[in-house]
């Protein structure tokens, strides 16, 4: 009974009775620690973990080592972790890592962006969030300790699934693998072309089955991208068609899409969207950056994108970093 109470009470404090219900989960952001790009997207059909923290929290600290065994303990599983910080820039979590051997994935949400449609506000008086992405993509709320996490994971783990299910794949392709498995395609997928195509023989055939398994990405992908561009929607196909040549490189996936790409970027349209892109990327760099006199330089960058390129997609998203 007092052991009910005090989950209670702890309950109570760790959930704002702000909290706003959220069927999504959009990470917008400024990067990661320990860990390469990870797109919740390439993710459906896995168990994600999302843990909300806050960097001061002593008792959050104090915690790591359970939740680095946690992560441990489903390492061949189709389980993702990731950690999201509490609006502090890339250069104190790269220290707060560095300092409490944390090893989770963690997204950098410096601005509050990912954080501030849910209600709440990580702080010292709201030192962590637990949620689930569940295989069919649906957001919900998980326990508040590592037990009950890995319960709760347990419950779904049978409705997930490895990209590679039923292919024995070589020590030495596991690393390549996971990569793979968890949407982390570049270099991995060219890579691994080669490897099906001329590697040695005790990694080529593992090399062919698993390549063989990523080939239907690609023709969905140059199917996607051919599809927007009957419809007239050039940018988006151009955008399709450099996702496809990005993760196929030295594959006739890529010449196919290249080619098709040096055609759409004669129209002016996507010459002005791909101008103002470079210029977002240019200012979103200075906004991530932990020195005040470059982030300061980013809102003229914004502004000059707005004015000369006021209907373009990166217009639309400068907007809103304002």
Not at 31 to 49: F, M, P, Q, T
Not at 186 to 205: F, I, N, R, Y
Not at 287 to 314: D, F, M, N, V, W
């Amino acid at each position: 009974m007092r052991k009910l109470s005090i989950l209670a009470a702890l309950a109570a404090f760790l959930v704002p009775a702000t909290l706003r219900a959220q069927e999504t989960l959009e990470l917008k952001g400024s990067g990661w620690v320990n860990s390469k790009e990870l797109s919740l997207d390439r993710l459906k059909g896995k168990v994600v973990i999302v843990f909300f923290f806050e960097e001061q929290c002593p008792r959050c600290i104090a915690s790591i080592p359970a939740r680095n065994q946690l992560r441990k303990n489903y390492a061949d599983k189709p389980v993702v972790f990731i950690a999201i910080n509490s609006g502090n820039p890339k250069s104190v979590i790269e220290d707060y890592v560095k300092s409490n051997k944390f090893e989770w994935p963690i997204f950098i949400d410096e601005r509050r962006e990912t954080e501030k449609p849910f209600g709440f506000t990580i702080s010292l008086q709201n030192i962590y969030q637990w949620f689930m992405i569940d295989p069919d993509g649906k957001l919900h709320r998980t326990a508040f300790d590592e037990k009950g996490v890995a319960e709760d994971i347990d419950k779904h783990l049978s409705e997930a699934k490895m990209l590679f299910d039923g292919i024995s794949v070589p020590e030495k392709l596991k690393p390549m693998a996971r990569d793979l498995e968890f949407g982390q395609y570049d270099p991995g997928v060219s890579e691994l072309a080669t490897l099906a195509a001329k590697g040695p023989k005790d990694l080529q055939p593992a090399a062919e089955a698993m390549y063989d398994k990523l080939k239907p990405m690609a023709e969905s992908g140059l199917e996607k991208a051919r599809a927007l561009e009957a419809e007239g929607k050039k940018y988006p196909a151009y955008g399709e068609y450099a996702r496809v040549a990005s993760w196929f490189r030295k594959t006739d996936y890529e010449k196919t899409a290249t080619t098709a790409m040096a055609a759409l970027k004669k129209d002016k349209e996507v010459q002005d969207e791909l101008a103002a892109k470079a210029l977002l990327d240019q200012a979103k760099a200075l906004l991530s950056s932990s020195k005040k006199g470059e982030k300061e330089g980013a809102a003229p960058i914004l502004a000059a994108l707005q004015k000369k390129y006021p209907g373009s997609e990166a217009a639309r998203e400068a907007a809103k970093l304002k």
